[in-house]
């Protein structure tokens, strides 16, 4: 299954992919862990990306994309994949739709997480990062729940970054709801609830609960 996961910063679509991941074997490409990871190994790219991730801006298109298209290469697609983070602009999707056209991997859903914007605000600046495994939890952890490793706030979780990649979101990436309303491939999910019940939503409406 190839699906695109759409919402807002914050709106839980890294907790939801780690679940889809977790059940169904599916790679997660996010192209925000792949920039931090970039940031943090120093490469070319890092330098690049990092001053637009420190200010909540969006990394220019043209990076962003031949990053992608060079993950979707590797054979661990095959199967199907979760993107998450891309596409956030227009010019992303029509050359995300260039690129799967290419590979005649055509999508299958996108799947809208919603969460209201005063709901992620709260949510973002408490929330804390696993070192290690990238873990999304919150302030409260004080190590990884899940692998022990420490526990850190991204630099761009603090309020006023936080606000500024809303503004990007509104601008940039909503748009793209209509977009794959008009593809006839959205899925929207209340993400304002329980992880776990966002899940089932999210098996739900993408047929998964029955293809197990
Ligand atoms: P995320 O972890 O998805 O919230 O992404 C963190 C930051 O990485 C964003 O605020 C952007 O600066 C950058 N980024 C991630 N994905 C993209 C993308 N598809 N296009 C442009 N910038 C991106």
Not at 84 to 105: H, I, K, M, N, W
Not at 182 to 199: E, K, M, Y
């Amino acid at each position: 299954m190839n699906i695109v996961l759409l919402g807002a910063p914050g709106a839980g679509k890294g907790t939801q992919a780690a679940k889809l991941v977790e059940e169904y074997g599916l790679p997660h490409i996010s192209t925000g862990d792949m920039l931090r990871a970039a940031v943090k190994e120093g490469t070319p790219l890092g330098v690049k990306a990092k001053s637009f991730m420190d200010a909540g801006e969006l990394v220019p298109d043209d990076v962003i994309i031949g990053l992608v298209a060079e993950r979707l290469q590797a054979p661990d697609t095959d199967k199907g994949f979760i993107l998450d983070g891309f596409p956030r602009t227009s010019v992303q999707a029509v050359a995300l739709d260039g690129e799967l056209a290419r590979l005649e991997r055509p999508l299958d859903a996108a799947l809208l997480i919603d969460v209201d914007s005063e709901v992620i605000v709260g949510r973002l600046t408490s929330r804390r990062m696993c070192k290690q495994c990238s873990y999304i939890g919150s302030v409260a952890d004080a190590v990884c729940p899940k692998c022990g490793g420490e526990m850190y706030q991204r630099d761009d979780d603090n309020e006023a970054t936080v606000r500024n990649r809303l503004n990007v979101y509104g601008t940039s990436t909503a748009p793209l709801i209509d977009y794959y309303r008009g593809c006839d491939l959205l899925v929207s999910i209340d993400g304002d609830r329980d992880p776990a019940l966002v899940f089932a939503d999210v098996q739900a409406s993408l047929g998964l609960d029955r293809a197990k």
